[in-house]
Each structure stands twice: as structure tokens, then as C-alpha cells.
């Protein structure tokens, strides 16, 4: 049990990698089922696996167009080789921990079934800090939407990448909140000056600490 409870409403940077730091893509077919997950298990109904998801699409155009009442909304995000982040605000009580058991649970089931493998996947269920200050809230927000920027990812490994910096900077939201998203590029005055925010807090970050391994424990901006 956690010693904190995630507030509705409030703002959690969220994270977790692959037991033994293990890769959790093999092909760009984990990531693409991954992106599809956190689409399809980001709902406070539920879908039974992505498998029906799928189905009922196919066989009702009514159910495909229905508005569904998400759990959390995603404010940042980077999808790296071995790890990820997310930043997230909780919308329903337990929001986040549903979205995490789903996602994480419902993807570790795909990825072993396809390469005939047992076991978890992920380092534990998941970590999080609330963002309970502007300072770190901001600090938190450039960190995740560069995540990418702040390791040395080997060439082979850089087509498992995905992250949020694109949207904000075309300020085209698909996996991020339109709502979140459109906000806070009001709040930073527009996509140039919040991706000249991000660039900043990736520099600060490599400044302090050099580019990092996928295998070394991300260092956390300081929570001040």
C-alpha cells in the first residue's frame, strides 16, 4: 500500500522500467500495441482486453463513437526503449493505479504470449511523486517531454521512442489531453516558448549529470 494516496485533481509524475532494466520492446509492433494500450485502457469502463476493444469497433460504428469517461489524463509523456514516463492528473478516485494495473498488466500479458516468455515485465507495479509545487511541476514538465534527450539511446534503439514534445510543438494532441495540452502551451505562451522550456530543463539536467545509459536509474530533479 502506498504511504501517500493519489489525490483526484492533483498532478503525478509516474514512471517505471523493465525488470532487470530488460528492454520492453522487441519490434515496433510491442511499441505500436503499447500506444494502443494506453489509449484503449484509459477508461473508467471496462473493456476486458484489446482484443474486444477491437472487436466491438468493428461490429458497432454507434459503440466506436461513444464518449468514453477517462481515468487520468496524460499531460506528458516519453515511451523509451527500457522505460517510461508520464506525467498524469488523476480524474477519477484511483484513476492512475487502475490505468497503471491495466496498462501495465494488459501489455506484459501481450509481450509474453508473442515472445513465449513468463514472468513480470516491469520493475513493480509503478512509482510516483506528487507534483505539489509550481517549481517542480515545471521542472518535472520539461524532464518527461525530453526524457529521450537525457540518455545515450544506441541508433538500433531510437525507433522505440515516442514522447510528447511533438505534440506540444505542433500543437496536435493525440496521446496527450487536448484539454492539458492546450492549457499549458496558454500557460508557456505557445509551442516555441514551452519547447525553449523543456530545451532548458534537458540542459540543466545533462549539465548536471552527463548523458546517461538506458541502464543507469534516472536522478530526478530535486523536488524543491
Do not use: W
Not at 514538465?141 to 525530453?146: S, T
Request: glycine letters at 6%; charged letters at 25%.
Amino acid at each position: 500500500m502506498r504511504k501517500q494516496p493519489i489525490v483526484t485533481g492533483e498532478y503525478y509524475h509516474v514512471y517505471n522500467r523493465g525488470v532487470d532494466k530488460r528492454d520492453i520492446f522487441n519490434d515496433n509492433n510491442d511499441l505500436y500495441r503499447f500506444v494502443e494500450s494506453i489509449y484503449e485502457f484509459n477508461k473508467i469502463e471496462t473493456i476486458g482486453s484489446i482484443r474486444d476493444a477491437r472487436k466491438n469497433k468493428t461490429e458497432s460504428k454507434a459503440l466506436a463513437m461513444l464518449s468514453f469517461e477517462p481515468l487520468v489524463a496524460i499531460v506528458a509523456y516519453c515511451i523509451n526503449p527500457n522505460h517510461f514516463h508520464f506525467v498524469l492528473k488523476q480524474l477519477a478516485d484511483g484513476g492512475i493505479s487502475k490505468f497503471m494495473q491495466k496498462l501495465q498488466g494488459g501489455y506484459t500479458y501481450f509481450f509474453n504470449v508473442k515472445h513465449s516468455r513468463t514472468g513480470s515485465l516491469f520493475q513493480g507495479t509503478f512509482k510516483s511523486h506528487h507534483m505539489s509545487s509550481e517549481n517542480y511541476f515545471n521542472k518535472i514538465l520539461g524532464y518527461v517531454n525530453k526524457n529521450y534527450q537525457v540518455h545515450s539511446i544506441p541508433k538500433k534503439k531510437m525507433s522505440f521512442i515516442l514522447a510528447g514534445d511533438y505534440e506540444y510543438e505542433n500543437n496536435n494532441f493525440k496521446i496527450i489531453s487536448k484539454i492539458e495540452g492546450k492549457k499549458f502551451l496558454v500557460i508557456f505562451d505557445g509551442p516555441k516558448s514551452f519547447k525553449k522550456h523543456c530545451d532548458e530543463m534537458v540542459d540543466i539536467v545533462r549539465q548536471e549529470r552527463g548523458k546517461l545509459s538506458l541502464l543507469e536509474e534516472d536522478n530526478l530533479p530535486d523536488r524543491v
